[in-house]
């Protein structure tokens, strides 16, 4: 059965860093762009980053661009999002989201998602 699992999350300090896991069972993540969003309370989803599985482009959004990366590790069948230098406002739910080839985000809204994985940056 398709799955994603995204894990890593927790609480950590401004300025620290944390690399969430975004696991596939059931189908092959190389195949398919993984995209990583999140959500705040009262908040709209946000998309964060993309790795394409055409050509392995990436997107980022503009609020985490130079701070975060995103990587695939296809023997693992599984997608990382290295997040440094983390801010408050990065406090959310992070999900992760497979569909596709290519990063076009609203394209995400038909595609495998998994449970999310809270991000909590506090002092």
């Known amino acids: 059965q398709v799955q994603l699992v995204e894990s890593g999350g927790g609480l950590v300090q401004p300025g620290g860093s944390l690399r969430l896991s975004c696991v596939a069972s059931?189908?092959?993540?190389?195949?398919?762009?993984v995209g990583w969003f999140r959500q705040a309370p009262g908040k709209e989803r946000e998309g964060v980053s993309c790795?394409?599985?055409?050509?392995?482009?990436?997107y980022y959004a503009d609020s985490v661009k130079g701070r975060f990366t995103i990587s695939r590790a296809n023997a693992k069948n599984t997608v990382y999002l290295q997040m440094n230098s983390l801010k408050p406002e990065d406090t959310a739910v992070y999900f992760c989201?497979?569909?596709?080839?290519?990063?076009?985000?609203?394209?995400?809204?038909?595609?495998?998602w998994g449970q999310g994985t809270q991000v909590t940056v506090s002092s």
């Open positions: 790795i394409s599985s055409k050509d392995g482009s990436t």
């Open positions: 989201a497979a569909h596709g080839s290519v990063c076009v985000m609203k394209n995400f809204d038909s595609g495998s």
């Open positions: 059931g189908f092959a993540l190389n195949y398919y762009a």
